[in-house]
Structures are given as structure tokens and as C-alpha cells.
């Protein structure tokens, strides 16, 4: 296995970069040798030189168990009374107030400035403790132990990697600027110090450990005590070296990195500097910048480096043993693993075999040069994509260093955005979970009152009743609002109040003195919760007080009452996130085959930068917005009706039923679907192939779908450009529950931003303290993931924030990102609408930015096509493409002939399967199983060898991979002939022009 890695060091006050390339030894390793691996690594660590036996292991477990079950059965034991009250509960839904408006706050109004750290989805928290450290901390973990889980493989078809050669170059920021970096020698440099080499290789044939040997160099050997910041960046390393380096500094240099990561995917491996210790090292992946193999950077970003013939290297040979072995010829083919290669790569490689397989070759000789020609190309490759952010600068002091500053594109860009063009308030920082700070509590606090009413056949009066929630006039002069009223319940009225435990503050979550969401201690919470049931009992209103988790306690236990709640709609406040959505992807017919036919064609087209286009024209919001609670019944059919609200809407829509191509979008089954009818799409069986057995008509259409509008309707969170197509298209809103709206907009918010990139274009903390497990494993706002075990005596515990506990980021507006993807939406559904009413023209696949369809043979395209942004460029216009299958979304497959040659090529592009040159899953293969669609045949098994990193174990490991294929697809109905067709469509059937 060959890794790139590029280190940035900064040795005093200066920056300056190293660029690292790792080469692995492969050997097979079974479940025994590799526990025996990890312990002898474990046991060389001088700060973590202290074992467990395996019957100290399973008395942790056996520990961990009981404080379990203890927590559980806790958990189930709540306080349900308060004096002088049945039962208890303050007003702790959301009242809605129609049709006042009120002023977004978020304590106070905050906006986007200049970016201070990166962003991340999904980012995992985790503590790594080493409990055996002292007897009295050993004894706090067991009163809340973990569950430590065996991460070895426990299968023999596996094969450990071993480091036996490391690369490195060392450049400064001073280097970088006056081009010094280039040479051989440091020269006078006394950041990368006076005439020292750039490069530096470690290789297995010098260093039993050449990995070890350089982080030895990397920590103390460049000046443990320096002052700067080290940046160590490898390309693809946060997949493979960068778990290589993290085993190594845990099990070896006892030392607790910080990481930030996604699954097994690490962003960052940060050593924070330790005075008479460590320096502050950072571990980053420079992929997130590039996005490209390391072969595609020169040609990408036109770097003046030879490549040195930079391609292909026999990672097979690559041992040990064989380290000082001269060949009169290149090894075997085998041994560069070609049938792991994709159709054009094995294609280049046997035509550079053929030319060089007489060369000589040792493996001493060639991995290095292998190895120091990666890291020469990284080093170009990030010089040239900082000096590219240098210059999209408006002025020199708003120049970003990209490799220091972020650690993604992503962030880079936003920073480049924000320090460049962002202007004051002009992005409001919008909190994740909308401006309803309970708005999760009150979400389930409707579904609580109607189950309730469903359960016990009483009349439950509640915001959702005709007649709204009950308020009631005190002694003190206040109105109280009621979650839930019943009224003379054996001679006496009952209030019915559900309290949000993150809201108002019960013990589940708080101590007494920590301060709740609605920003008052729990103990002020309690005591206004007293006084506000003193109050009502005066009124002659008892209180049944229903706190939230108690109710998900239910849940768990009952599934009349889960199935019940799954069955309502969503009618809490406006979650922005529930709006946002990804790209249009899916067939409209399965397949089309043109063979013999010279009357029609099937053409691709795409639009030339989708998002960049959107980002260019589309309008945007404009601070903060206004907060309109409605929740009243209205009859919008027209896209005039919305006026004057234009933001975010919460809605209950219903769908037309003969709309060939719906506008609203709904996640059913993990699945975003495009449909006509909710109850259809929410009935159907996931994951299963089915085709009718005739062809659709209207007829058949009634029969698919008997169901009614309120049945046919659903609960969407949409944004009021997607709204306006969707009524004008026959969509109707029949119920308004919530409302975003903006009285200020801009088309150019991001124009200038868009125009620079297009020039362009061509947390885990370890910890030794149990103290620390101790907190994260009591603090019910956070959420644990799995208890990992890293090693004998090291254990991890990954955590997130919950829901309710979750803060803004600083450089965060889920707005901007919401009517991006809803605009590209549109903007592809204007191109197939055009095509579907086009005469002689059929859709037949959509994928986010393009489309296939088949037409008329030299009929002129029914849409604009052209090479400016945002308009339609054809695909594969040196081909006829004869025949178009498809099984699902992001599964197709071609069969072209050259216009000119008369070549016959064929492309099969699957999500998810390898492109292999000796694949089962060719063109023919693909065209029988499409053709087969809906009866009982058997998935096609694919291979391959696979590289598996494991942050846990510090390692990376190669074993062989199977994956089972079988075309599936059920976002809409399959008709007998192979026509998609929307849930819930009972409009005219397809016109196939070919027929």
C-alpha cells in the first residue's frame, strides 16, 4: 500500500510545510497474531505500559452490564406529583399566535462574519481513557462503566499493513514565498534549518520502524519545544496514513490526540502542544481540498513537475523480504493487482507494461523513488492551490492561507466568501433546529393529545381543535394557555400540560441549578410550575402534568401507540432541515433500445455547473426573518396566493392526481420521493422489485390509487419558490401552519463569489482521566454511540449532541443552502417538462443536473443548449447511444457506437459497484437482469480486494469484498412495459414515440 502524506511544520514563528509518503508491507494476519500485535505494541508505550488480563475484561464487562440496567430502570422511575395536583405540568407547548408576526430571535440576532473554524456533517465526539491508570480512578469508572466492544477481526480473510517506507518534505512559508522550497537543500532557512535536506525517506531496510522513526523526527527531532504550528497533510490520508500515524502516537508516544472525524473518515489528528512535551502537530488530508487522485493534481491544476512516470507500482511485492531482490524485469502483472483497476486505467497500465516490463527493478530502489515522486507532487499540487486563493483575494491583506485556515474545500471557499464579499448583516445565523426552541417537544406534545383523545374517546380541546387551545383568566390577572383541556370529567375540568424536558427542565436532564433552553434554572422552572398549578386549582382546574420522556418511554413499549404517532402528520413548529433535500435522480422508463432503428436517438445533456448557475441568479434572504405562527385553514391554488410571505413554509399540501412529473418532494422510508399520493408511497414494501402486469391507463390508474385528498395529502416544509411551481402545476394548500418570511432579498448576494470559483473551474478527544468518561457518560444531552475498545487498556466513547442541545454554527445558513438545492430542483424540472411536452420525445432518466431522452433522429433539443452557465451541453456527442437501461437510481447502462468510427463502446456506472475490467456486471449482464425486472432472479456477486482503515485499531487491513446487485426500483410503479410512472398518477398514459 503506498500513502501520500504532505506535512506543513512551522519551526519558530514561520510556517513551513512537510510532505510525508508512507509505503506498506502486506502480510496476512489472523485473529491471534493480531491481538498479539496489538498488545506488544501497547506494552513498548512508556505512558501506557499497564495490561489487563482477559478476567480483569470481563470484570469490566460484567460491571458495565449492571451499571446499565441500573441507569435503565432509573430512567423509568420519574416524580409525577407536585403539591396540591394529581399530576403536574406547566404550559410547555408552542402557541401559535395567527396572524401576528414577531421578530426572529436568537438571543440575540447573530450574523455571519468572518470564519473561525471548519464545519462538518455528522461529526463524532468520542473519549479515549486508559482506566487502569490508578486504583481510585478504576474504581469511579465502574460505578458507570462502558461496554467495551472487541474491535479485531474475526476473520481469517484479512491482511494487516505495515509500514516500510515514509518520504518527507520540509518547507516553510518563507520557502514558499521566494520558491526555495524547490530545492534540494534548505539552504539558510532557519525555520527548516540551515542547509538541511527537504527530503527525507525512512525506509524498512535502515528502520525496523520507519513510521516510528518519523514521527520521532516530526516531534522531538525538529525541536520539541518550538513555538509554531506543524501542519502535516497527506492526500487521501485521512482514509490510510493518518490511522497508520494515530496507532502509532497512541500505543507508542502515550500521546492523547484530539480527532475530528466522520465514521472512519479523519479530518484532523491534532497533537495540542504540551510545554517539555509535545509541539502542536496537525494531521490533515489534503483530498478535501482536491477531490482528485493524486495522478490527476499535475494535468488538474497544470503543474510544471515531470511526473516521472508516476502510475503504477506493484504493491503485491511489495514485502520485506523481498526489499533487496534485483530483477532483470518488472515483476509480474499480478502484482500490481490489475484486475482491482477500471476498464481505461488496466488499459494504460498494459500498454506501460509492455513498454517497460524488461526494465530492472528492485524494490529498495523503486520505492523510493516512487515514494519521493508522491510527495513532490503534493507539494507542487498545494503551493499552486494556495498561491490560487492568494490571488482570488480583492486585496492582499484578505489573502487566506487555505492550508493553515481550513481543512476542506468547502471551508475554504466560505471563508474566502465571508472575508472577501460578506457584507455586515446581511446572513443571519439561523439555529439548526429553527427559531422553536421546543419545537421537537411540541411536535409530539399534538400527537400525545390526539392519541389521547384516540385512546380514551374523550373530546381533548387543543390547538389543532376547531375551537383552538383553551386559555383561561386567572386570579392574578394573567391568561394561561392549556396544552390540553377536558372538560367535566366526573363534575371537574382537567388540564392536560406536556412539559419538554429539554424546555423546561426535568430532572432526566438537569441538576437543579443548570440553567434550561428557556434560559431559567430547573429549580426556577419547578417553582413557576408550582405556582402556575396553584393557580389553575384555584380556577377549579385540576393539572395532568405529561413530561416528554415519560412519553417516549411509551413509545418504546407500545406499538399501538408508535404506530399511531407514525400515522399523524407532522404538525409541530418549522424545522428548517426537514426542507432540505438533494438532487432529482430516478428513471422514468427502464429501458429503450434502439437497435436497427434509424429513425430515433438517445441523447444526454447536462447543465453546465447546476449549483454555481443557482448560486449566480437565484434570489437570496437577507438577514434575519419574521416569524409568522398561523395555523389556520386556507385554500391556496395559485402561486399569487402566497403573497406577501416569501421565505419557508410549513404546510399541509395535496398533490394533483394526473401531474406526470411532481414538484414537491417527501422522505418516505429514508428515501426521497417525488409522488402524488402519501399514503400510496408510505404502503408500499421498500427495497422489493415489482412490475405490473399490464400497461398503465387511467383505468388502472384509479385502481393503484383509491385513496382520497386528505389521504393523498401530506405535511411538507418547503421553500416559496419551490411552492409557487407546485401550485402553479395544481398543487393545493389546504392548511398553513408556520411561516419563514423575508422582506428583503438579493440576486447578488453570491454573484461576485460564483465568478472568482468559476475562473477556477477547468470532535474525538482522548483523555487518561476517568473523571472526564465520568462526565460525558452521566450528561444526558449527549448521545453515546458504541463503546469501543482500543486497545487492552484504552477504551473509547464516541458522543454527539442531542437534538435540543445543539448550536448554531457561526458560518451557518441553512436558508442559503435550502433554496440552492430547491432552485436546482426547479431549474431541472423546467428541462424536462420541456421534453416530456416535446412531440416525438420520450424522458427516460434524470440524475440531479442531466437528462436522457429519446427523440427523433437530428431533431432540434426543445431547450436552450449552449456552454454558458446554467444552460444544456450535450454528453457523449461523438456517440449514438443505441440502447439505455436503467434498474434504479444511479444504476444505468449504454450501449454507444462511435458517429464517425463505428466503435462500439459500452458504459455500466452502479453506485456502489466497482468498475472492474472482469466484472460480472457488464452491459449484456445488466440488459437481462433490467429485462427480468419484477420476477425472482439472483443478485450478481461482486468481488474485490479492499483497503479497511480502523481509526480504533491505528491500522489499516485488506480483505476480499462481496457485494450483491439486483436492479430495484420503488419510487414510483413499474408498469408491463417498463414505464415509471408516479404514486398516485391517474392521468393519460405515455406516448412512446418509438412504438
Known amino acids: 500500500m503506498e500513502k501520500s502524506v504532505e506535512t506543513t511544520i512551522n519551526n519558530g514563528n514561520a510556517d513551513a510545510p512537510i510532505m510525508i509518503d508512507e509505503s506498506t508491507s502486506t502480510e496476512m494476519c489472523g485473529d491471534k497474531g493480531c491481538e498479539e500485535n496489538e498488545l506488544k505494541i501497547s506494552q513498548e508505550g512508556s505512558a501506557l505500559d499497564v495490561s489487563m488480563t482477559a478476567e480483569e475484561i470481563q470484570e469490566v464487562r460484567a460491571f458495565i452490564l449492571e451499571q446499565k440496567k441500573k441507569k435503565q430502570a432509573a430512567e423509568t422511575r420519574r416524580k409525577r406529583s407536585i403539591e396540591k395536583s394529581s399530576s403536574t405540568l406547566s404550559s410547555g407547548s408552542s402557541s401559535i399566535k395567527a396572524p401576528t408576526a414577531k421578530k426572529a430571535q436568537s438571543k440575540p440576532n447573530k450574523m455571519i462574519g468572518n470564519v473561525q473554524r471548519d464545519t462538518y456533517d455528522e461529526v463524532i465526539e468520542s473519549v479515549i481513557i486508559s482506566p487502569t491508570r490508578n486504583e481510585q480512578e478504576w474504581k469511579q469508572l465502574q460505578n458507570n462503566a462502558l461496554m467495551p466492544l472487541s474491535t479485531v477481526p474475526n476473520d481469517d480473510n484479512y491482511q494487516v499493513h505495515h509500514v516500510n517506507c515514509v518520504s518527507a518534505l520540509l518547507m516553510c512559508s518563507r520557502c514558499i514565498g521566494n520558491d526555495n522550497w524547490k530545492n534540494e537543500k534548505t539552504g539558510r532557512c532557519k525555520t527548516c534549518g540551515m542547509d538541511m535536506p527537504r527530503m527525507r525517506t ?40 493518518m490511522h497508520l500515524l494515530l496507532g502509532e502516537l497512541i500505543k507508542h508516544f502515550g500521546i492523547e490526540p484530539k480527532i475530528t472525524r466522520t465514521g472512519n473518515k479523519l479530518y484532523e489528528v491534532l497533537i495540542k502542544k504540551q510545554r517539555n512535551r509535545f509541539p502542536y502537530i496537525s494531521f490533515r488530508d489534503s483530498f478535501n481540498w482536491t477531490m482528485l487522485k493524486l495522478e490527476q493534481l499535475p494535468k488538474a491544476l497544470a503543474l510544471e513537475i515531470d511526473e516521472g512516470g508516476k502510475s503504477f507500482f506493484p504493491h ?72 490560487l486563493f492568494f490571488e482570488l483575494a480583492t486585496e492582499p491583506s484578505k489573502r487566506d492561507d487555505v492550508l493553515v485556515n481550513s481543512m476542506t474545500i468547502a471551508s475554504a471557499c466560505i471563508r474566502h466568501f465571508c472575508i472577501n464579499y460578506l457584507k455586515e448583516n446581511q446572513m443571519g445565523i ?193 438577514g434575519h426573518p419574521n416569524i409568522l405562527e398561523i395555523n389556520k385553514d386556507v385554500n391556496w391554488t395559485k402561486p399569487e396566493d402566497l403573497h406577501p410571505y416569501r421565505g419557508l413554509f410549513k404546510l399541509f399540501i395535496i398533490p394533483p392526481d394526473d401531474l406526470y412529473l411532481p414538484v414537491i ?69 389546504t392548511k398553513v401552519y408556520s411561516i419563514y418570511h423575508w422582506e428583503k432579498w438579493s440576486d447578488t448576494l453570491l454573484r461576485p463569489y460564483v465568478q472568482d470559483m468559476m475562473r477556477l473551474k477547468i470532535e474525538d478527544c482522548i483523555t487518561s482521566s476517568p473523571v472526564e468518561l465520568h462526565t460525558v457518560l452521566n450528561d444526558p444531552k449527549l448521545e453515546l454511540g458504541a463503546v469501543e475498545m482500543l486497545a487492552p487498556n484504552l477504551f473509547s466513547v464516541p458522543y454527539r449532541h442531542r437534538r435540543e442541545f445543539v448550536r448554531p454554527h457561526d458560518k451557518y445558513n441553512i436558508a442559503i443552502a435550502l433554496i440552492t438545492t430547491a432552485k436546482a430542483r426547479i431549474m431541472l424540472y423546467d428541462y424536462m417538462e420541456k421534453i416530456v411536452k416535446e412531440k416525438d420525445c420520450k424522458l427516460l432518466y434524470t440524475d440531479t443536473d442531466s437528462c436522457f431522452y429519446v427523440h427523433r433522429r437530428g431533431q432540434k433539443p426543445p431547450f436552450r443548449v449552449g456552454e454558458m452557465l446554467g444552460m444544456m451541453d450535450r454528453e457523449y456527442g461523438e456517440w449514438n447511444i443505441i440502447a439505455f437501461y436503467t434498474g434504479g437510481c444511479k444504476q444505468y447502462a449504454m450501449k454507444m457506437k462511435h458517429k464517425h468510427s463505428g466503435e462500439i463502446k459500452f458504459i455500466v456506472k452502479c453506485r456502489g459497484c466497482w468498475d472492474k475490467v472482469d466484472s460480472p456486471l457488464d452491459f449484456e449482464q445488466f440488459k437481462r437482469m433490467v429485462e427480468a425486472y419484477g420476477e425472482e432472479q439472483e443478485p450478481i456477486i461482486l468481488e474485490r480486494t479492499h483497503f479497511q482503515p480502523s481509526w480504533r485499531r491505528g491500522e489499516v487491513t485488506s480483505r476480499s469484498q462481496k457485494r450483491r446487485y439486483a436492479p430495484i426500483y420503488d419510487k414510483g410503479i413499474v408498469d408491463a412495459n417498463f414505464d415509471c410512472y408516479p404514486y398516485g398518477y391517474r392521468g393519460e398514459p405515455l406516448i412512446d414515440p418509438t412504438e
Open 202 to 241: 525512512w525506509i524498512a531496510a535502515d528502520f525496523s520502524n520507519p513510521l516510528r522513526e518519523f514521527l520521532e523526527w516530526l516531534i522531538n527531532g525538529l525541536g520539541k519545544e518550538r513555538s509554531g504550528k506543524t501542519y502535516a497533510i497527506s492526500h487521501y490520508g485521512g482514509r490510510y496514513d
Open 316 to 387: 503485491g511485492w511489495n514485502f520485506n523480504k523481498n526489499m533487496n531482490v534485483r530483477l532483470d524485469g518488472l515483476p509480474d502483472q499480478q502484482y500490481y493487482y490489475p484486475d482491482s483497476m477500471g476498464k481505461e486505467r488496466r488499459k494504460k497500465f498494459e500498454e506501460w507494461y509492455e513498454k517497460s516490463k524488461n526494465d530492472p527493478f528492485c524494490l529498495r530502489e523503486q520505492i523510493v523513488e516512487y515514494c519521493q515522486q508522491d510527495v513532490r507532487i503534493l507539494a507542487h499540487a498545494l503551493v499552486k492551490l494556495q498561491r
Open 430 to 622: 439561523i439555529p439548526d433546529n429553527g427559531y422553536h426552541r421546543d419545537s421537537n417537544q411540541s411536535a409530539i406534545a399534538l400527537k400525545f393529545l390526539r392519541w389521547l383523545s384516540h385512546k380514551t374517546g374523550l373530546q381533548v380541546q387543543h390547538q389543532e381543535s376547531p375551537e383552538g387551545e383553551k386559555r383561561v383568566k386567572v386570579s392574578d390577572g394573567s391568561i394561561l394557555r392549556l396544552d390540553g383541556y377536558i372538560k367535566n370529567i366526573g363534575g371537574v375540568d382537567q388540564a392536560i400540560e406536556f412539559l419538554g424536558c429539554a424546555w423546561h427542565g426535568h430532572e432526566c436532564l438537569y441538576l437543579p441549578h443548570e440553567v434550561c433552553l428557556n434560559g431559567k434554572t430547573a429549580l426556577y422552572n419547578k417553582d413557576k410550575l408550582y405556582e402556575r398549578v396553584s393557580l389553575l386549582n384555584e380556577e377549579g382546574i385540576w393539572t395532568t402534568a405529561v413530561w416528554e420522556c415519560e412519553v417516549m418511554k411509551e413509545l418504546e413499549e407500545d406499538p399501538e401507540m408508535s404506530l399511531f404517532f407514525d400515522t399523524l402528520p407532522d404538525i409541530g413548529p418549522l424545522y428548517p432541515r426537514d426542507a432540505f433535500h438533494g438532487g432529482r435522480t430516478g428513471p422514468l422508463a427502464l429501458k429503450c433500445d434502439l437497435e436497427g432503428s434509424d429513425d430515433f436517438e438517445i441523447s444526454c445533456f447536462d447543465v453546465v455547473s447546476l449549483y454555481p448557475a443557482v448560486n449566480f441568479y437565484a434570489f437570496y434572504p437577507i
Open 665 to 733: 418532494p417527501e422522505r418516505i422510508h429514508g428515501k426521497l420521493i417525488f409522488h402524488l399520493c402519501h399514503r400510496c408511497a408510505v404502503e408500499i414494501t421498500p427495497g422489493v422489485a415489482i412490475r405490473a402486469n399490464s400497461r398503465y391507463n387511467k383505468e388502472i390508474g384509479y385502481k393503484w390509487c383509491p385513496h382520497t385528498d386528505e389521504q393523498r395529502g401530506f405535511v411538507s416544509t418547503t421553500c416559496s419558490v419551490e411552492l409557487e411551481l407546485a401550485l402553479k402545476q395544481g398543487y393545493r394548500v
